[in-house]
């Protein structure tokens, strides 16, 4: 062992007095949050009905308000205390000691060790990415539901609200609990080990971000028990002020979810601002760290604005004030304006991540350096800048300020130029490849094509004389899903099957994967490209009935979406069977250069035994002799090293 | 040149899908003329770039292929100045020829022509109304237009005690013209028909349980046939009750909720008004009086399996005479 290894397996001894062990009731974990989620319920609900009786304010015991309160607001307060996510928090707030250096809740070594408040990067990201992908079954079947109504032009199965609901928590699920952070699963696991990173920056935050997802979910799952998400996933005032009640499910699961998404965008940038490895400059940083990089500024600049907007549609609803509501002044457009202000952002919160997988998946099985780096890493700080003028051209009918239509569009059109800029750039880095289609390359491939007609029909919807004719109708429903789906979604499929093996240490199933894309490929353009001609010829979307014409069409769709449905069944075969008994993984099983595959599969509990020294860039496939970086001294390739476990 | 065949088959499948398909509907105003002409304008342009894309990926994939145990690494080529130059210009000055060419259409769009047709239109969940100011403020459930002359709609969200209502959106798609009724605004829309026909007034934007039944008709008239009906309509104002009776029961939108045979209406969101009959009449009311009190206080009476949204219509006491007397023999008559 060298000396350097020593000194840095030193730094992670343990110190101070480990505290006496306690009763399994009072430990931090589940056990503690099953009593402690209820006990702050009561807490809340004890204030409502403490300051309405002092108010003399009747009823006291007014269900609405402690459900706001207790249920939504002090109760998840109490789950995240009873997990132990404040736990070092409290302890250093009180005055008792704590150990700084303490990893005792680092790294997985059962099963049961995912169910625990984690600090390990590592296993933060597989606890995203498994819940994420729960949430997305539970989405997905809402979609199955869906489909299963609009398969008739009559009303068949459900009551309208119910219908308005599934395709309202069918979004908001799709988006704000699987794709967004589907992304920031993969990057917690992936982003540190590139920068050579022992973990993120602060670890404590990266697992409260964590825990906060289970408890948006939950509350959107939960709102189909108290009527009233039905006004589609933009929750659009003053419709969303007049649904009933349980209209504030999805406003409060919005402020967990996106405080999700500032906490570990934050993590993210000091991150990859601080704890880069020597050598890494940011030239050399791989091309998903810089994807993360502009993600997590779109992030922590954009999503205030949708927690902003949803506290002004809760408290309207609940605390009777008048923002939208006109009669008393408010201004409704101001809800489009601030909702979009994060929504049109949140495109790109949703797609850069996946330009960072599908770069790092072409160049590795294309066997050549990405072409035009640089020009890849500007590109994507275009799309930030002009990220946040392109929000109203979602309003060119709203009746916004006319005058805002042009410009919008200019901005719009525009945005076009980076984002062609990559897809060029991945096309020209096939050319001349030594290209592998194995199943993390198919799903890339998958993305650019699909994404390449999501754009192009967004060049569409961008100009505006075609956007006034379409938008509302299903040719946007097609948009979103040919970018959503088709862009996102193949991506996070692509980054799964890429780091599979260096998450779990195994191979997944190699033809399995294959049949996965194919049904999924076939069946979800059967599903979707249909919708832009229903749409351009007048079919309006969220509804449940519809005009007889377009009958024959949408049995067609509904069909290829219960395939759809059913492809990702396959997927969930795959990786449950792979974890458990698939053939073990080598470090290193697509030959890849950046810093991840140089450590084993999976990597060790501090990812680097010595801090790795970054020589080159990241993608010099193919230059005799060229590495990106060197780990433990001269040896380089160790690829064989072994986990310190 | 294998490249160049593959981007010609892929151009030629992508023009028969757009030439074959029955894309856009019939075309029937000037304004939809415009929003064609930028349609298929866009169509081509991204006919063009898709056809590049689709055949470098697909023959990249057949000549770059390599077998699985092939170790080899592809020509470390990091990039070229003057193709990324190419492909940052070319999309440029593609979306801008777009860009130009809708800010022409548009500001061309919103102008009118002429002698301009003013009409109000009201939504509200989950109806139309339009009225003719200048045609004595006639009021109507279908929106009448003159073939050849602007049209302009000014449009609000409220009910008819001016209380304002959600968002609903005003769509036909022989137009090509949309655009969303705000509650607390007065939004504006330009119309100029160019063809004699029905078309489909929908409401485009999700506004409560009836949002997909909030359709109303576009009837284009000759200008003849429109001044006749703006004269009929005059005169239906003081007609017998029953006729009066059925032009309250569609002109307030009783028609998007509610089945009526009599009225030719089929709405579900409400009960169903062909099936009132004496015995299911709650406290030994006569129906007459059932149906007065239920349009006057729609809370009044809550039939199991229906919400209460029906909103209060402002009518004056002649109006529900008429319309109570239109609805209950209509009923009786099923």
Known sequence: MSTTETTQAQVHVEHGAAPPPRHWALRGGLARAVWMTPLFFLIGMGIVVGLRALAGWHPYLDWEVVIVVGGLTVAPIGFLAGVGTFDYWTRYALGFPTRPEDHSSHGAYSWKDYFRVNTDHKVIGIQYVTTTIFFFLAGGLMAMLVRAELARPETDFYDTQTYNQLFSVHASLMIFLFVIPAFAGLANFVVPLMLGAPDMAFPRLNALSYWLLPIAGTMMLVSFFFPGFGAGWTNYAPLSVAQPFGNVFFSMAVQWAGASSIMTALNFLVTIITMRAPGMTFWRMPLLVWANFTTSLLVVIATPFIAGSQFFVMFDKVMHTNFFNVTEHGYVLGYQHIFWFYSHPAVYIMMLPGFGIASEVISTFSRKPIFGYRLMALSLMAILVLGFSVWAHHMFVSGMAPYLRVPMMVTTLLIAVPTGIKVFSWLATLWEGRIHFGAPMLWALGFVSMFVIGGLSGIMLGAVPIDIHVSDTYFIVAHIHYVLLGGSLFTIFAGIYYWFPKMTGRMYNEPLAKLHFWLTLVAFNATFFPMHIIGVQGMPRRVATYEDRFGDWNLFISISSFVLGASFMIFVYNMIVSWRSGPPAPANPWRGMTIEWLVSSPPPVFNFDAVPQVVGNPYEYGVPGARHAILNGDRAAVTELEPVR | ?334
């Open chain 2, 1 to 334: 040149m294998a490249l160049v065949s593959i981007a010609l088959v892929v151009a030629a499948a992508t023009t028969a899908i757009a030439y074959f398909v029955d894309w856009l509907p019939e075309q029937a105003s000037e304004e939809r003329r415009g929003m064609d002409l930028v349609f298929w304008v866009t169509v081509g342009i991204c006919i063009f770039v898709f056809s590049i894309v689709a055949s470098v990926s697909i023959y990249s994939g057949i000549k770059f292929r390599v077998r699985p145990d092939d170790d080899s690494d592809g020509p470390p080529i990091h990039g070229h100045t003057g193709i990324e130059i190419l492909w940052t210009a070319v999309p440029t000055t593609l979306v801008t020829i777009i860009a130009v060419l809708s800010a022409i259409v548009l500001a061309q769009n919103d102008r009118t022509k002429g002698d301009v047709l003013r009409v109000d239109v009201r939504a509200q969940q989950f109806a139309w109304e339009f009225s003719y100011p200048a045609q004595g403020n006639i009021k109507s459930a279908f929106l009448y237009l003159p073939v050849g002359r602007s049209t302009k709609l000014y449009m609000r969200s409220e009910h008819i005690d001016k209380t304002p209502d959600v968002i609903h959106s005003f769509w036909v798609p022989e137009f090509g013209q949309k655009q969303d009724v705000v509650p607390g605004e007065v939004t504006t829309l330009v119309i100029t028909p160019t063809r004699v026909g029905e078309y489909r007034v929908i409401c485009m934007e999700l506004c409560g349980l009836g949002h997909a039944l909030m359709r109303s008709r576009a009837i284009v008239l000759s200008e003849q046939d429109f001044a006749a009906w703006v004269r009929k309509q005059r005169q239906a104002a003081g007609g017998p009750p029953g006729e009066q009776g059925k032009t309250l029961f569609t002109s307030n939108g009783c028609n998007s909720c509610h089945t009526l045979t009599a009225a030719g209406a089929t709405g579900k969101v409400g009960p169903n008004l062909d099936k009132l009959d004496e015995e299911s009449i709650p406290g030994g009311k006569s129906l007459d009086e059932y149906v007065r009190e239920s349009i006057q206080n729609p809370s009044a009476y809550r039939r199991p399996g229906y919400s209460a949204q029906m909103p209060r219509f402002n009518l004056s006491k002649d109006q529900v005479d008429a319309l109570v007397t239109f609805i209950v023999e209509s009923a009786k008559k099923n």
